[in-house]
């Protein structure tokens, strides 16, 4: 099992980003097409051993000490470079047409300068926990390169582009983020109110009669929200609901 998410998200100078790095380390020189110059990728030690003892068709244990990586190792790594540089690819399409891929790999930050130190970065940093292992990935995006696009990368423009997309662009949106999402879905089959005294007093076998007579709508909520009337039921061995309506949010005109 592998768990990641995002710890930071920040804008520092390059000189920061660099003099908090760890010796040694693993750096990968990014280019993003089609914007100029390059982004850093670091990778921290422990996570990449884990990932050359996986490769190599260990248990993924691994413990070596931190060093410097042979050119056998680095080749190793080549298609898990390609892997990673494919999440921001399909993060990004949404965004803009854009493809990271790795031109280079550094073990000395004194060789990964793409700015100069006092230059201004994006910094995203992800922990990684993996085989009782934990790391970093951390991404560093210089901010002369996101300049041609920095008015593209607010919530309001994201959502007004998605809103804007063609059909085709829609639908591609919603198979590739939404249709994967899990949401919690509840249904009310009725409420009743008891006094305390009656409440502490309940004992199996018991029988609470419910608001909903029978034959009458219930309530399916998505997450908290009011979202269906159906009718109760069966079907096979399961019980079930069957949609009668459909309740549209009175303010924003969306299921609610």
């Known amino acids: 099992m592998v768990e990641i998410e995002v710890i930071r998200a920040d804008q520092v ?4 980003f660099v003099s908090a790095l760890p010796l040694p380390m693993l750096l990968e020189i990014v280019a993003v097409d089609p914007l100029e110059g390059n982004a850093v990728l670091e990778i921290s030690l422990p996570v990449v051993f884990l990932m050359i003892d996986r490769l190599v068709g260990g248990p993924g244990t691994n413990r070596t000490r931190l060093r410097e990586l042979t050119e056998i190792e680095h080749a190793l790594l080549r298609p898990v470079n390609d892997t990673l540089m494919s999440a921001p690819n399909e993060a990004w399409g949404t965004l803009m047409p854009a493809r990271f891929h790795q031109v280079g790999a550094e073990m000395n930050p004194q060789f990964a300068q793409v700015v100069t130190p006092s230059d201004m970065v ?3 940093a992800f922990e990684l926990r993996a085989g009782g292992a934990t790391g970093t990935i951390s991404l560093c995006l210089p901010s002369l390169m996101l300049e041609p696009i920095v008015g593209k990368l607010s919530a309001k423009n994201y959502f007004s582009g998605i809103a804007e997309a063609t059909p085709e662009a829609r639908e591609g949106i919603e198979r590739e983020l939404l249709e994967g999402v899990s949401v919690p879905v509840s249904v009310e089959l009725g409420r009743a109110r ?3 005294e009656d409440l502490l007093s309940l004992s199996p076998g018991d029988v609470i009669p419910l608001s909903a007579m ?4 219930v309530w399916v909520r998505i997450g908290k929200r009011e979202a269906f009337r159906a009718q109760p039921g069966t079907r096979g ?9 459909r309740i549209e949010d009175p303010i ?3 299921i609610g």
């Open 13 to 16: 100078s390059n000189g920061e």
């Open 122 to 124: 994006i910094l995203i």
């Open 194 to 196: 008891l006094q305390v």
């Open 214 to 217: 029978p034959g009458e709508d």
């Open 237 to 245: 061995r399961r019980n079930a609901v069957q949609i009668t309506e």
């Open 252 to 254: 924003e005109g969306v």
